[in-house]
């Protein structure tokens, strides 16, 4: 889950002049990959091969 503390940092981290555009990318950059790491310690991830299997369809 995204916090308050993550949330600020990244803010911090952004230069001293940048567009909301700027901010919004890092905010939902940053949501995504709190996400994924939520799913990969929850297990709710692919192998490789399965990975391959989904994207075979995709990739013909």
Do not use: H, Y
């Amino acid at each position: 889950m995204l916090t308050k503390e993550k949330l600020l940092q990244t803010i911090k981290d952004l230069p001293d002049k940048f567009s909301l555009d700027d901010v919004l990318d890092r905010i939902i950059l940053l949501q995504k990959v709190e996400i994924g790491l939520e799913q990969s310690q929850a297990g709710q991830t692919n192998s490789t091969d399965e990975a391959k299997g989904k994207l075979k369809k995709w990739l013909k």
